[in-house]
């Protein structure tokens, strides 16, 4: 069975450090991968999304970044961290061309 | 630009009466349409889903129907149980986009 994991859990960053967050996804080949941030208050907003090792497509101009160096490793990324990045961050997987998505657990992250 | 709405962010509901969710969308080339199920600090649950081919799908309580002239989509859970309660994320796929709502917190009232 497919599973995803996604980790930190929790983290609380200062301004203007470095962020990196790593999905990876088991059980799986060739998944179509994305990264949604929900803020407080608000919906989940897809950030990037990806169809295959390499291939990032960008949902909103941010301070963020996201890489896939492996098929089943998704890394979402920020060289200086603002205090609007706070959020709740989750990774998903779904079939490639496909339909349903299927979350990890989650990071909240918090910058200071 | 929203192309995903739920225009009601929350709703409550009578322990064992009918519970309808709904959510509207913009883009014609969507093609498979998702509720999610979530709570406070945990990933969304897949619920039940429905292609753009079809106007309704059930699995159990939950009835999902569809209405691609008016682009309107609800979800139908009967009968509501305490359970229910938490945030429902109405989603839409299609170019191997998928965008969510803003949800809607449904409260089940005993």
């Known amino acids: 069975s497919q599973t995803i994991h996604q980790w930190p859990a929790t983290l609380v960053q200062p301004v203007g450090s470095p962020l990196s967050l790593e999905c990876t996804v088991e059980?799986?080949?060739?998944?179509?991968l994305y990264w949604y941030r929900q803020a407080a208050g608000r919906g989940l907003q897809l950030l990037f999304y990806?169809?295959?090792?390499?291939?990032i497509s960008s949902e909103v101009p941010q301070n963020l970044s996201a890489s896939r160096p492996q098929d089943r490793q998704f890394i979402l990324s920020s060289k200086k961290l603002l205090l609007s990045d706070s959020g709740f961050y989750l990774c998903?997987?779904?079939?490639?061309?496909?339909?349903?998505?299927?979350f990890g657990q989650g990071t909240r992250l918090t910058v200071v | 630009d929203q192309q995903v709405k739920q225009n009601s962010p929350s709703l409550s509901v009578q322990e064992g009466r009918i519970s309808i969710l709904n959510c509207d969308y913009t883009?014609?080339?969507?093609?498979?349409f998702l509720w999610y199920k979530k709570y406070p600090a945990e990933g969304p649950t897949f619920l039940i889903s429905?292609?753009?081919?079809?106007d309704k799908n059930e699995d159990g309580r939950f009835t999902v129907f569809l209405n691609k002239s008016a682009k309107h989509l609800s979800l139908h859970i009967v009968p509501s149980q305490p359970g229910d309660s938490a945030v429902y994320f109405c989603?839409?796929?299609?170019?191997?986009?998928?965008?969510f709502g803003k949800g809607t917190r449904l409260h089940i009232l005993p």
């Open positions: 998903a997987w779904s079939v490639s061309g496909g339909t349903e998505a299927f």
């Open positions: 059980g799986t080949s060739n998944p179509n």
């Open positions: 990806s169809v295959g090792i390499g291939q």
């Open positions: 883009n014609s080339m969507f093609d498979y």
């Open positions: 429905i292609s753009s081919i079809k």
């Open positions: 989603a839409a796929s299609g170019d191997d986009k998928i965008i």
